[in-house]
């Protein structure tokens, strides 16, 4: 029987391309296993080789098809658990319904905590994640929630292209996003603005700006893109008042049918995005991925070696941790 303390990495179907790179950053081979679907659609996972003792580390990004990648992440956590795992520790480089953390609406669900409580119940130890949408989706869990940041590696980025200092401008293109560009500001020694609206039922090209843009380097930032439009018109308003170059940057890429379409049309110069979620649908030309696949092979090496996690939130791509 194995050591208690032994981990195994497995690859689920949502995002294999990062796990490979997870893999090597973090010196664990990928573990073997076949998942298939039955004609019906029910999802059928096999692990080909003992688990039995071993402490499980599972990578798999709740993007789309958002049900069957979060469905074939349970089954698998219980075929774990099922097979005597020592512990079962989730790694979701994008944690899907996490939008869904209130009730907006009347009668509305608050589907994050369902997913919590799915997830942890299916007998989950551990989530690692990067860049929820909600941080507060984190208490949804009656289990450890490591939530890394993403906004060190962009800064990272755009410090070595020289977009820092005053000449640059962080916008947040709503006003629930200016905790985020506020902490890239930061990193990049440069002001923030706010696109805001005169009603919340606004069309999205009566924003204004809240700050100074005039003149500058704009770096448009937010945690998910996925149909494109709200970038796209953030970066009309933004030109409309004078920005010289406009940049935009997102945690998850989800890029929805047409998303390509609209970005290519938008006066941004360059969309960055981490490599957490894998699309099928086309990309726009001016996007530029970057890698946080170092960032979660360090966290789970220092999860495994009960080390902290705190020397990651200041992490750049050259970091030694």
Same mark, same amino acid.
């Given at each position: 029987m194995a050591a208690a303390s032994t981990p195994k990495l497995f690859s689920l179907t949502s995002n294999t391309a990062i796990a490979e790179k997870i893999s090597k950053a973090s010196g664990i081979p990928l573990s073997k296993l076949s998942?298939?679907?039955f004609s019906d659609g029910e999802i059928m996972i096999n692990i080909e080789e003992s688990v039995r003792g071993f402490d499980i580390y599972v990578i798999q990004s709740t993007s789309l098809p958002v049900n069957d990648n979060l469905w074939e992440l349970l089954i698998m956590i219980d075929a774990c658990n099922r097979a005597s795992a020592n512990s079962v520790n989730v790694i979701m480089p994008y944690f899907g319904y996490a939008r869904q953390d209130r009730i907006a609406q009347r009668r509305e669900p608050i589907t994050a905590k369902l997913v919590a409580n799915m997830l942890v119940k299916a007998g989950a130890d551990r989530i690692l994640t990067l860049d929820l949408h909600a941080v507060q989706v984190q208490g949804f869990f009656d289990i450890p929630v490591d939530n890394l940041f993403t906004v060190p590696l962009f800064a990272d980025h755009y410090a070595h292209k020289e977009l820092t200092g005053s000449d640059v401008v962080v916008v947040s293109p709503k006003n629930s996003g200016i905790k985020r560009a506020r902490s890239?500001?930061?990193?990049?020694?440069?002001? #923030?603005?706010i696109i805001d609206y005169a009603q919340d039922d606004a069309q999205r090209e009566e924003g204004y700006i809240i700050g100074e843009v005039t003149g500058k380097k704009a770096i448009l930032i937010d945690d998910i893109l996925n149909t494109g439009k709200t970038f796209a018109e953030a970066a009309k308003i933004v030109e409309r008042e004078g920005a010289s170059e406009i940049y935009a940057v997102a945690s998850h890429g989800l890029f929805a049918s047409g998303a390509a379409d609209i970005l290519e049309a938008a006066p941004i110069k360059e969309i960055l995005v981490t490599d957490s979620v894998v699309t099928k649908e086309r990309i726009s030309s001016n996007v530029t991925y970057i890698s946080a696949s170092k960032l979660i092979g360090d966290a789970?090496?220092? #999860?495994?070696?009960?080390q902290p996690l705190s020397p990651l939130f200041t992490y750049t791509a050259d970091s030694e941790v």
């Open positions: 998942s298939k679907q890239l500001a930061e990193y990049l020694n440069a002001p #923030i603005a789970i090496t220092r #999860i495994h070696n009960h």
